[in-house]
């Protein structure tokens, strides 16, 4: 009776790889030096497995448009064209700069904090009279909504064109930095 030997996957030579992913043993060998296929274990014997699992990612990733330098190129050149489009835009007055808007809605917070933090003392007493809880609770709600009012005033600086953003023309950019900007000292 003839034996046959069992095939071990974990140790096939280049050519038995190469023909079973459907590459040429040179194409192979190409693969294998550009780190996209594994190396072999040991010397001309390579883990089927390991071969089969890389060449499906790359072919995978090849589909995708991730691995060709022709994607690569599209990538970069959708990029410079948004970059563009967005310059335009900003010079165009479209765009806030980061700076200034956080500038904007910082201030507006400050604003209304120091309306919410006067509130206490200035309707302290009127309250502290008041039985009526509803009386209590209206009072209360009007006092914040006009202070978010004024708040939201500030925060309406960011659409007005008369307002420019510092560096820009009809800004205040020449204005005191010692000036008093609202801000409420913590006690």
């Not at 071990?8 to 040179?26: K, M, N, Q, Y």
């Not at 020449?174 to 913590?186: F, S, Y």
């Amino acid at each position: 009776m003839h034996r046959h030997r069992p095939f071990d996957i974990h140790g096939v030579t280049r050519e038995i790889a190469a023909t079973a992913i459907g590459l040429s043993p040179r194409r192979f060998h190409e693969l294998v030096k550009a780190k996209i296929l594994p190396a072999p274990l040991q010397h001309g014997k390579y883990d089927l497995p390991s071969v089969v699992r890389a060449w499906t990612e790359y072919v995978a990733a090849d589909k995708e448009g991730d691995a060709t330098i022709a994607a690569a190129k599209r990538r970069f050149w959708n990029a410079r064209a948004d970059i563009e489009e967005l310059e335009v835009d900003e010079k165009a007055g479209g765009l806030i700069p980061y700076g200034y808007a956080e500038t904007v809605v910082m201030e507006a917070i400050a604003t209304l904090r120091a309306e919410c933090d006067g509130n206490a003392g200035r309707l302290a007493a009127d309250l502290a009279a008041q039985t009526d809880a509803a009386a209590v609770r209206r009072r209360l709600l009007d006092e914040y909504r006009a202070a978010c009012a004024r708040a939201a005033v500030k925060v309406s600086e960011l659409r007005e064109p008369t307002r420019a953003a510092p560096g820009a023309s009809g800004g205040n950019d020449d204005a005191d930095p010692d000036e008093n900007d609202g801000a409420v000292d913590e006690d």
